[in-house]
């Protein structure tokens, strides 16, 4: 507990895993522009506003629950409690996230991104006691960006993600706890096991009709108990209680053999030409990740629906395509998108959703080749694709559009009533300050 950063070579051979954890990362990121909310309880709405999402602590101390009523049910509590609403930034979430995991690899060597708030770190060779460090990773953290970070220290991933929930609810803690300087089971002995790391419903209802309802109960069944019931997963999961690693860092995660790219409509929409510019504003966000994993795709598949909670005509169906070659230049992804939503289309509906998805991936460097169509990754294709890749991502997000996304006022777009400006993105969004 103590704060000291005075050097103890003893810890420099002591190898630990953290799990840095961004508390409350959708609301916390709204506040960072918003000092004024600083005090008041903050909510994020889903895509088209329809559940919460998020909720910062105070929030939640109300009685507000993260995807449980649409939003509507709840809005009277929540103007009551003179609450603060968003609808998701996720642009804004995920340029504030790329910064604060940038920044960890300034204090450790090895990180796995493991999701856009949370980020496992190494813990070697350094020449205090890691708590310590980890107090001032976190210090660095809201100092450089506002935002309110949870560090959970242990011997393995899964005590150190523990550790991260012991940290982010005992106050005492100060948002750092190392399990591994602490009676560990006495801790694993409170710690539920559906809450344990890789635990999910179905085990642990099953380890519960067992008697086996704690984290140190898990921790000592015999080795043949977990393989027979959990898997060699569920194995390796009791070895990483037992303080025996088992889960190493990811620093590459493998690339996905699917890329799908969907989202509810913020309006019903009955016009081919609106469906086809969100079948190619989706297509080319997926392109973008299948560039990103050096990836490329056999089959573009389409799907269409219209929405199943309304009385009126229902319609709904799926086509896909295969390529001659695969590619994963987006010009050719789209083209063939929109001949596959031609085949399925229908009017006199109102559609509530299209999406695309990318199958039948192969890495770039494995790509066939064929004499009478023009391979990707041909040169100057590659260089066109890498450079709009470039330009949205360093300037900003979307700045070089494809002409089948459109250029009006697209109806399909989500609607986002509360969405708070894309302060770090956009330069017309910019924060302004005026000098009075």
């Given at each position: 507990m103590g704060s000291s950063d005075q050097c103890d070579t003893s810890y420099t051979r002591r190898k630990s895993y953290a799990l840095l954890d961004c508390d409350s990362f959708y609301a916390s990121c709204e506040k960072v522009f918003r000092p004024d909310l600083v005090d008041r309880p903050v909510v994020v709405l889903s895509n088209n506003d329809g559940f919460i999402i998020a909720a910062c602590r105070k929030a939640k101390a109300l009685g507000i629950k993260v995807i449980s009523d649409p939003y509507f049910k709840v809005e009277p509590f929540v103007k009551k409690h003179n609450m603060a609403v968003f609808s998701a930034n996720f642009e804004l979430y995920g340029d504030m996230s790329r910064r604060v995991m940038g920044s960890l690899r300034d204090f450790v060597k090895d990180v796995e991104v493991y999701s856009i708030d949370e980020a496992f770190m190494i813990l070697e060779g350094i020449n205090m006691r890691h708590a310590n460090y980890c107090r001032f990773i976190r210090k660095k953290i809201a100092q450089w960006y506002k935002l309110p970070v949870s560090v959970g220290i242990g011997p393995t991933k899964t005590l150190a993600k523990i550790a991260n929930r012991i940290a982010k609810k005992t106050p005492e803690f100060e948002g750092v706890f190392d399990i591994g300087e602490q009676d560990i089971d006495a801790f694993l002995e409170r710690f539920p096991v559906e809450d344990i790391w890789g635990v999910g419903p179905a085990y642990s209802k099953f380890l519960q009709s067992k008697g086996i309802t704690n984290s140190l109960q898990l921790k000592n069944v015999s080795d043949d108990f977990a393989r027979q019931h959990m898997t060699v997963v569920g194995l390796r999961t009791v070895k990483e209680l037992q303080g025996i690693p088992c889960f190493e860092l990811d620093q590459s995660p493998p690339p996905q053999k699917n890329i799908t790219r969907s989202r509810s409509f913020g309006f019903l929409v009955e016009t081919h030409k609106a469906l086809a510019e969100a079948t190619a504003a989706y297509m080319a966000?997926?392109?973008?990740?299948?560039?990103?994993?050096?990836?490329?795709?056999?089959?573009?598949?389409?799907?269409?629906?219209?929405?199943?909670?309304?009385?009126?005509?229902?319609?709904?169906?799926?086509?896909?395509?295969?390529?001659?070659?695969?590619?994963?230049?987006?010009?050719?992804?789209?083209?063939?998108?929109?001949?596959?939503?031609?085949?399925?289309?229908?009017?006199?509906?109102?559609?509530?959703?299209?999406?695309?998805?990318?199958?039948?991936?192969?890495?770039?460097?494995?790509?066939?080749?064929?004499?009478?169509?023009?391979?990707?990754?041909?040169?100057?294709?590659?260089?066109?694709?890498?450079?709009?890749?470039?330009?949205?991502?360093?300037?900003?997000?979307?700045?070089?559009?494809?002409?089948?996304?459109?250029?009006?006022?697209?109806?399909?777009?989500?609607?986002?009533?509360?969405?708070?400006?894309?302060?770090?993105?956009?330069?017309?969004?910019?924060?302004?300050?005026?000098?009075?």
């Open positions: 966000r997926a392109c973008e990740k299948l560039r990103e994993q050096r990836s490329v795709a056999w089959v573009v598949s389409v799907f269409i629906s219209t929405h199943p909670h309304k009385e009126e005509p229902q319609y709904s169906n799926f086509a896909y395509t295969r390529l001659p070659l695969p590619t994963a230049d987006t010009s050719t992804l789209i083209r063939a998108a929109l001949k596959v939503l031609k085949r399925i289309y229908k009017p006199g509906y109102r559609y509530l959703r299209c999406g695309v998805i990318l199958s039948d991936l192969i890495s770039e460097a494995d790509a066939p080749r064929n004499l009478f169509v023009t391979p990707y990754p041909d040169s100057r294709t590659k260089d066109l694709m890498n450079t709009i890749d470039v330009l949205n991502k360093n300037m900003q997000p979307g700045i070089i559009k494809f002409g089948s996304v459109g250029l009006e006022g697209k109806p399909w777009r989500m609607r986002q009533a509360h969405r708070s400006p894309r302060y770090t993105t956009r330069f017309e969004e910019i924060p302004k300050a005026k000098a009075e």
